[in-house]
């Protein structure tokens, strides 16, 4: 897959997002280390939002901006608690929405996925 188009689609996913309840604290397409697959993690401004409230608007903003490569099923809700999210944000630290590549980072024991951080503000 072209990483460009996969990047600037989940640029348009957060800012679709922006303009709903989940309003994106950090986005960052993660990859796994293990398989390759990729998915994008998305930090909603409250971690108390919903699950099914959360996938339907993400399905609705994906629908709506008839997206290529990303569908509902390979984005994750993810807590601005995770692990991984808190060791992210001390790296890197991007309130717009932006493009940050990430990769062989251990922060405090944790092994951070590798990605692209779209926005990180948590």
């Known amino acids: 897959m072209d990483q460009e188009i996969l990047v600037s ?13 989940i309003e994106p604290r950090a986005v960052l397409i993660a ?12 930090v909603p401004k409250d971690d108390s939002i919903n699950k099914q409230e959360f996938y339907r608007i993400v399905a609705e903003q ?3 901006m ?7 099923g390979s984005v994750e809700l993810r807590s601005s608690t995770n ?10 630290r991007m309130d717009e929405i932006g493009s940050a590549h990430v ?3 251990i922060i405090n024991g944790i092994l951070m996925p590798d990605g692209i951080v779209i926005r990180m503000a948590v």
């Open 9 to 21: 689609e989940a640029q348009r996913l957060t800012q679709a997002l922006d303009d709903t309840k």
């Open 31 to 42: 990859v796994s280390s293990e398989t390759g697959n990729w998915k994008v993690w998305i």
């Open 62 to 64: 994906i629908s709506a």
């Open 66 to 72: 008839e997206l290529k490569n990303i569908d509902v």
């Open 83 to 92: 692990a991984a999210i808190v060791g992210m944000s001390h790296l890197v």
């Open 103 to 105: 990769s062989n980072n």
